[in-house]
């Protein structure tokens, strides 16, 4: 089906991008042959369709790649009749969401004083357009502080609401949040970075960041351990 036929009020939402929907027809075509896979497809999408009637308006928010591309993966996951292992997936869904951090681990090293500065306005300016839209729309990320720490190069903030979180408790579908929170670890270590993450909104009050290069003495004192349901989580050595 193509996108614009799909059954969804763009008043309040918006479709899946181009790269959510590679990435799900890909894994599709992993496991099952053609014809299923294209069977399967319709399936998904239709119960993209579905998740969106219940959920909140958010189309007009600034940065919605990261509230409906998921709910695909959501879709895809509910659909398909052989769930596969999710740790099997993540590099496709960390290639869905940030390949874009592989191209700039090229160019960008966090460990660089300057780099990580940039970072660290990037990671405001990224928080002052998530402050700003919660107004307008009460169930989108929520921010809960931001911090630069300019002598140890750290960057600290945290959300204290997640509509991914949200949308998986909703529908009892926890176990498969972790597969796309662990692709921000993935994502700073592109970027020759670690993220100490000891908690999310999954599992707790608050998702909370705090980002540093590899080398720093920061995180030497951490390592990355997966918990039972399957997030990565920042536990002190």
């Not at 959510?20 to 027809?25: I, T």
């Not at 090293?109 to 306005?121: C, E, F, S, V, Y």
Request: net charge neutral; hydrophobic share 35%.
């Amino acid at each position: 089906m193509r996108e614009k036929d799909l059954p969804i009020d763009l008043a309040k939402h918006k479709v899946y991008s181009r790269s959510a929907q590679k990435c799900v027809r890909k894994l599709l075509r992993r496991y099952y042959d053609i014809d299923t896979a294209e069977t399967l497809w319709e399936k998904v999408q239709l119960r993209y369709c579905e998740f969106l009637e219940d959920e909140p308006a958010l189309a007009g928010s600034k940065i919605t790649l990261s509230i409906y591309d998921p709910i695909l993966i959501f879709a895809w996951y509910d659909v398909v009749p052989d769930k596969p292992p999710l740790e099997d997936i993540q590099q496709d869904i960390y290639d869905c969401f940030f390949s874009s951090f592989s191209v700039m681990g090229k160019l960008f090293d966090l460990n660089r004083k300057a780099d990580n500065r940039l970072a660290g306005r990037i990671f405001r300016k990224t928080g002052e357009i998530r402050r700003e839209e919660i107004k307008k729309f009460p169930d989108s990320f929520r921010m809960g502080y931001f911090d630069y720490d300019r002598d140890n190069c750290a960057v600290r903030y945290s959300f204290t609401q997640c509509p991914n979180a949200e949308f998986a408790k909703r529908h009892h579908m926890e176990d498969v949040l972790p597969v796309m929170c662990n692709c921000d670890h993935l994502a700073m270590q592109a970027l020759h970075a670690v993220l100490i993450r000891e908690g999310t909104c999954l599992t707790s009050d608050c998702c909370d960041y705090c980002i540093v290069g590899d080398r720093d003495p920061i995180a030497e004192k951490y390592e990355l351990r997966k918990a039972e349901n399957g997030l990565w989580i920042s536990v002190r050595k």
